[in-house]
């Protein structure tokens, strides 16, 4: 066993939970109350200023001392919320005459940047259930084939395969492969999805189109046959709905498929009215722009009145029909999102993502609006659209490099090139998803997923260590964000690439004892996530960070949780006051070892791991 006498990460610390925020989702012009906790042990402190920026001018709000509790100093400053973007970050002076400023990257002892501040938001906020959600990712025709699909005709387009018929690598298979997966199926296994102790469907799309993936949509104005057509859908959310479940679905506002009602009208038909749905690229419209130049994928061009009309604007749009009567869906995951709007110099995402939310505010405001975006997301999901992202970049990515195995070959690794798999240490986890999760508002991130893998990508158990699947999902469901399930992970998958990770499930499997507890081991950490609040809405601080060791807290007022996440053998220590109430700390998940001991607390982990415990809340002084 090797030890990790790495310094533990016990600096003044801020996020945007209740311990620290007093109005997660404040108004323009309302005041809201900031605290910053300081340890006694940093120094002495002599002021502490609440630093904002409204309308681009500098503003320093003092903070008063609350009192101190359990080895630290809180202070608290009152901030006007002056934009729907606003800014702040502390600036701490202490008697040694040294400066510290404290933002969402962390402690600086140099000025920062505006970009990098803490955020509130003004904009209105995720749905209440959005931030305790967990998402399982359904890909329709690999999940359940229902009785009546037997009956249906095949699309044309279609190449059947058996339900144990391995998956087709290579085009034009790939796509085409058919095994007649459909909504109905869904509902006979949510007895399924209960026992694993999910909260949130996620559809990907159910439109008809000319592929397995039906992410070249033919029509957004029905449900696909092959699937069971519309009212398939609508008694999926009703079954769905009545077992507590919540269902969203998935668009494509970046591009429609070739097949498209829209595409057809306007294809070589330059008076058509969908002509200036799409960019043309001659006078004929014969030839036009496409997704990374795939001809079955024209772009759309959100410059057109009438496409936003029809598509995302308004009652009788696409976006709204569906989570209106009779489907009620909860709301949507866009793809594309990143690139939706924008082409050369043209840049119209901020307005299609602003009206696609306010057209969900009109249908049905208690709704989520997720976005893809495959690289740096955080300048599109500043709280004016999307509630949250679909991104690799703040945990897929780097929590991958820290838990594959050396030398484990990679496909695309994530759009990024590499020949294998870059190899983290914890540092570098740490250092990774800090520096893209601090340009996300607390609350963004919050709503953000916590994928491993997704159907776009490989399975994470492919080149997982051994041990690597518990600590993955450990964290997947612990830190902030909302944890996804791809489908068939819960059974033991493996996928070289996206087309291969959708493979049919196999629930002829699910009673094998490695399938089984498989299955067990995700449904045991689902539910301790659904079983603690601190895990959906406290506090995050890191408090040792090493190679091979991780521990960090979830805080509130009433409980606080204790974890620490382990990929071999190491020991990490932390001072008795970084966390209070260890003695009294109750196991919920995990083997690893904690001892309070008069140098502090140490942590003991024989493997890889992932550990949980519970606390006591936070008790910070009411000033």
């Not at 509130?120 to 399982?136: F, G, N, R």
């Not at 964000?481 to 291969?500: S, W």
């Amino acid at each position: 066993m090797r030890a990790q006498d790495e310094s533990p990460r016990l600096l003044p610390h801020h996020d945007g939970s209740p311990l620290h925020v007093s109005t997660p989702n404040p108004g323009l012009g309302e005041s809201v109350r900031v605290r910053l906790r300081v340890p006694e042990s940093f120094g002495t402190v002599a002021t502490v200023y609440a630093r904002s920026n409204p309308d681009k001018e500098p503003r320093f709000d003092a903070a008063r001392l609350l009192g101190t509790a359990d080895g630290w100093q809180w202070w608290e400053a009152a901030i006007l919320v002056e934009n729907p973007v606003h800014g702040y970050r502390f600036l701490i002076d202490l008697d040694d005459g040294t400066h510290w400023w404290l933002n969402a990257t962390g402690l600086s002892c140099i000025e920062t940047l505006d970009t990098e501040d803490f955020k509130l938001l003004a904009y209105p906020a995720a749905p209440d259930w959005a931030t305790s959600s967990v998402i399982y990712q359904i890909f329709p025709d690999r999940f359940g084939r229902s009785p009546a699909a037997d009956a249906r005709e095949t699309p044309e387009w279609a190449s059947p395969a058996n339900w144990d018929d391995p998956v087709d690598q290579v085009g034009p298979g790939r796509s085409h492969q058919f095994y007649g997966g459909d909504l109905d199926g869904i509902i006979l296994h949510l007895d399924h999805l209960q026992r694993l102790g999910v909260t949130l469907l996620y559809l990907t799309p159910v439109f008809p189109a000319g592929s397995n993936h039906r992410y070249d949509a033919s029509s957004f104005g029905e449900v696909d046959e092959a699937l069971g057509g519309d009212a398939a859908l609508v008694r999926l959310v009703e079954a769905a709905h009545d077992r507590g479940f919540k269902v969203i679905g998935d668009l494509t506002s970046n591009h429609s498929g070739d097949r498209h009602e829209w595409f057809r009208a306007a294809h070589f038909a330059p008076d058509a009215a969908e002509s200036s749905f799409y960019y043309w690229l001659d006078a004929e419209h014969g030839t036009y722009t496409s997704w990374f130049g795939v001809p079955t994928l024209p772009k759309f061009n959100w410059s057109s009145a009438e496409l936003r009309s029809r598509f995302i604007e308004g009652e009788g749009s696409v976006v709204a029909k569906w989570l209106q009567a009779p489907y009620h869906l909860d709301g949507w995951r866009i793809d594309v999102a990143n690139m939706t709007g924008r082409l050369a110099g043209e840049d119209l995402n901020a307005d299609v993502r602003q009206t696609i939310r306010r057209t969900m505010v009109e249908a049905n405001p208690d709704t989520l609006l997720l976005g893809e975006s495959t690289n740096d997301a955080s300048a599109d999901f500043q709280g004016d659209g999307w509630h949250g992202a679909m991104t690799y970049t703040n945990f897929t990515r780097p929590l991958w490099s820290w838990l594959s195995r050396p030398g484990s070959p990679s496909s695309s690794f994530f759009g990024l090139p590499y020949a294998t798999i870059p190899q983290y240490d914890g540092r570098q986890f740490v250092a990774t998803h800090q520096r893209f999760v601090a340009g996300f508002p607390w609350r963004t991130r919050l709503a953000t997923m916590n994928a491993l893998d997704t159907h776009d990508t490989p399975r994470f158990r492919t080149h997982a260590i051994d041990g690597g699947v518990p600590v993955a999902f450990g964290m997947s469901v612990t830190l902030p964000g909302i944890p996804m399930v791809f489908a068939g992970d819960e059974f033991d998958l493996i996928g070289v690439d996206g087309e291969h990770s959708r493979t049919p499930i196999p629930w002829s499997s699910v009673d094998e004892p490695r399938v089984a507890g498989t299955i067990d081991l995700y449904s045991a950490l689902i539910h301790l996530r659904t079983a603690h609040p601190a895990l959906s809405e406290g506090g995050m601080r890191w408090l040792h960070v090493g190679g091979d060791v991780l521990a960090y807290v979830r805080e509130t007022a009433g409980e606080s949780v204790l974890l620490v996440a382990a990929r071999a053998a190491g020991e990490a220590g932390i001072p008795g006051w970084a966390v209070a109430g260890a003695e009294a700390a109750t196991r919920l998940f995990g083997d690893a070892d904690l001892r309070v001991e008069a140098g502090g607390i140490r942590f003991t982990a024989n493997g890889p791991s992932f550990t949980a415990w519970a606390l006591p809340g936070v008790r910070a002084p009411v000033g």
